[in-house]
């Protein structure tokens, strides 16, 4: 699991590459920087996105699917 996370960041960085002005993919990396206990990082990206104006349904759906997961895992258990 910890290898897609690194292959996010790096899918992540090839978007922002291409477009230095996305800011979904900045939010997107940063949460897989925090997986991976960069958290300075992801600091670094999710204050990027923020600086260039996150899509906020890309926040919401985020979070939502996160929730849903926990959700899930409760009522497993």
């Known amino acids: ?3 897609d996370y690194k292959h996010a960041v790096e ?10 002005y ?3 993919a900045y939010y997107r990396r940063s ?5 991976l206990g960069e958290e ?5 990206d999710m204050k ?3 600086d260039i104006g996150i899509n906020n349904t890309t926040a ?7 929730y849903d997961r926990a959700w899930k895992t409760l009522g497993n258990l």
């Not at 090839?14 to 230095?20: G, L």
């Open 1 to 3: 699991m910890k290898e």
């Open 11 to 20: 899918d992540y960085t090839k978007a922002i590459e291409i477009d230095p």
């Open 22 to 24: 996305n800011a979904d």
């Open 31 to 35: 949460r897989a920087w925090l997986y």
């Open 40 to 44: 300075e990082k992801a600091k670094s």
């Open 48 to 50: 990027t996105a923020s």
């Open 60 to 66: 919401i759906d985020e979070i939502l699917r996160d």
